[in-house]
């Protein structure tokens, strides 16, 4: 193996410290102690175990933080008067509601029920369309977490071609966006993209969002290229014991990591940094909802 393993675990620890004094700053010159809701409906253990963490780190980072556990069979009509509670609470400056959500209920329905000014995630059409054409506002959380880890690795991004696999809402089209701005040449690839391994092999920066565990090969990567792995899939594990699984990326990490530059690592890449994002966003919500700026180093 001869790339840099990048540290997501390590830099989204200094990113919520650094988020732990913007709070303390918000707290002591304005008054302002940023808070946060998180709302899970169902009991997707995944989905908890993700809920939880975003719980204790806003708490953890001075925050202000409310979770709200409802029921699976919880009506879109109840989830609904729930969002209209909190973007009218003015201790909530953030509201994430978990995804995916049971069938009962329309994803797209919540996400429009969700005031803009409050929407953590960068999913409302308002927010979609300012990352787009580059405002102030949140943005989404994987994406804003892939570009702090590609900056701090490479420094300037421009001039870089870059391949991201996959298009969805959550991470490929915002991503696309972040980059652009980073004057990156930009390639959007997917399900039906003709001879992706020729095409990634081209990148100098190479992201893996299609949810295929192990899909990129080492011998697709050009050599010396940036890796940023999002996937996150949960696989049979029979060598750890019957019935045990393990986490691996989208990535097929050993062949990978020998022909890379650098790379993240399943798990400790890009995951703690989806959520250290969600705090920075909060952060950036709150100044916003309070006609402040919001700090340069938590927005791209
Ligand atoms: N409303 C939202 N729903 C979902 C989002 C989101 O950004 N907003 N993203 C994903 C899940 N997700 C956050 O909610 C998330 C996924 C993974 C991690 C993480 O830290 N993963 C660890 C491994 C954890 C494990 O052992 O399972 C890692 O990669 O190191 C954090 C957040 C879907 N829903």
Redesign the pocket.
């Known amino acids: 193996m001869t790339a840099t393993i990048i540290d997501?675990?390590g830099f989204a620890a200094g990113l919520r410290e650094r988020i732990a004094g913007h709070v303390a700053g918000l707290k002591s010159q304005h008054g302002i102690t940023p808070g946060l809701a998180v709302v899970i409906v169902g009991e997707d253990p995944?989905?908890q175990?993700?809920?939880a963490?975003?719980a204790r780190l806003t708490a953890e980072v001075g925050m202000h933080s409310v979770k709200h556990e409802l029921p699976r069979e919880t009506s879109q009509a109840a989830l609904l008067q729930l969002i209209d509670e909190l973007n009218r609470d003015d201790a909530i400056h953030g509201i994430?509601?978990?995804?995916?959500v049971p069938d009962q209920i329309d994803p797209n329905a919540v996400i429009n029920a969700i005031s803009p000014e409050k929407d953590v995630?960068c999913?409302t059409p308002a927010n979609v369309g300012k990352l787009a054409i580059g405002l102030p506002g949140p943005v989404?959380?994987?994406p804003l977490g892939c570009l702090m880890l590609l900056r701090d690795q490479l420094g300037e991004l421009s001039g870089k071609e870059a391949v991201i696999i996959g298009r969805s809402n959550?991470v490929g089209k915002p991503l696309a966006q972040l980059l652009l701005r980073d004057n990156c040449t930009v390639t959007m690839a997917h399900s039906r993209t003709a001879d992706l391994a020729s095409v990634v092999k081209r990148a100098d920066i190479v992201v893996a969002a299609a949810g295929r565990p192990n899909m990129v090969k080492g011998d697709w990567l050009k050599p010396g290229a940036t890796v940023i792995d999002v996937g996150?899939n949960?696989v049979p594990a029979p060598e750890r014991g019957e019935g045990k699984t393990r986490?691996v990326g989208d990535v097929e990490f050993d062949s990978a990591a020998d022909v890379a530059g650098a790379i993240t690592?399943?798990?400790?890449?890009?995951?703690?940094?989806?959520?250290a994002c969600?705090l920075a966003n909060t952060i950036t919500t709150a100044s916003l909802l309070n006609g402040l700026v919001p700090p340069k180093d938590l927005t791209p």
């Not at 994430?96 to 995916?100: G, R, T």
């Open positions: 997501g675990k995944a989905s175990v993700y809920v963490s975003k994430l509601v978990q995804m995916p995630d999913f989404s959380c994987t959550l996150i949960r986490l690592p399943v798990p400790g890449g890009v995951g703690p940094m989806t959520i969600l």
